[in-house]
């Protein structure tokens, strides 16, 4: 069995098919989404058939939550399960669909994996006047932070799954010229910071940016498929 990890995918998985194609990947395998996998994003038919496409996959996907898609717990059909030593969300009609809770621990090939998911939408405004779909508990909430910050002190780890990053490691360059950064609400990203000063931790994976960079012991992944690994 092999862990891959990859970043935000959006809905599109052409290249998640063409990895399992040519890494001839089974269900064992499993490869990481660091949030808006876009699974969940519209609440209707459209997720069913994404679902159901995906559910054909020669692999088991492991969604983080991102800011562009629904939180599964709130969803009618997803049961509460443990899988690698974690809380995990899945419906029974898409098993190889897994999706993390904020603040669980999972171990992936023998390393422990801290999942933190949610952050703030740039894009909320445009959303909102388009109707399209936004949630307000995009964000980690105060339970979710407290949660965190109790398991990281009795639990050594050695990865953070994150879909945003410490404010710390925030990469302007790849920032919308079109948003002014005044009005972006950077609360998830200041209290990552926190984390990362108080975590003893090996890598750190993060998406949401959309773009390819390391930066010390962080990585920001976008469209490329890796090998979950602490070096």
């Known amino acids: 069995r092999m862990t891959y990890i990859t970043g935000d995918t959006h809905g599109d998985f052409r ?34 058939r994404l679902k159901y496409i995906l559910s054909k996959l020669p692999v088991t996907l492991f969604c983080i939550h991102g800011n562009h898609e629904m939180r599964p717990q709130k969803l009618p059909d ?21 999706f993390a809770a904020d603040g669980e621990i999972y171990d992936l090939d023998g390393l422990k994996c801290l999942v933190i998911g949610g952050a703030y939408s740039v894009d909320k405004g445009y959303r909102l006047m388009k109707g399209y779909g936004w949630w307000d508990d995009e964000q980690p909430s105060e339970e979710i932070k407290r949660k965190t910050e109790a398991v990281l002190k009795d639990n050594p780890i050695n990865i953070v799954l994150s879909h945003t990053c410490p404010l710390k490691y925030q990469p302007a360059e790849a920032f919308l010229s079109c948003v002014n950064q005044k009005t972006v609400d950077t609360s998830t990203e200041e209290w990552l910071d926190h984390i990362e000063e108080i975590t003893d931790y090996k890598k750190w994976y993060c998406g949401h940016y959309h773009i390819r960079k390391r930066t010390d012991k962080l990585q920001f992944m976008f469209d490329d498929i890796e090998e979950l690994k602490i070096r």
């Open 15 to 48: 290249r998640i098919k063409e990895f399992c194609r040519l890494a001839d990947t089974t269900a064992e395998d499993v490869i990481v989404i660091l949030g808006d996998a876009g699974i969940n994003y519209y609440g209707n038919e459209s997720d069913g």
């Open 78 to 98: 997803y049961e509460q399960i443990i899988w690698n030593g974690g809380i995990v969300y899945k419906e029974s009609k898409y098993p190889n669909l897994l």
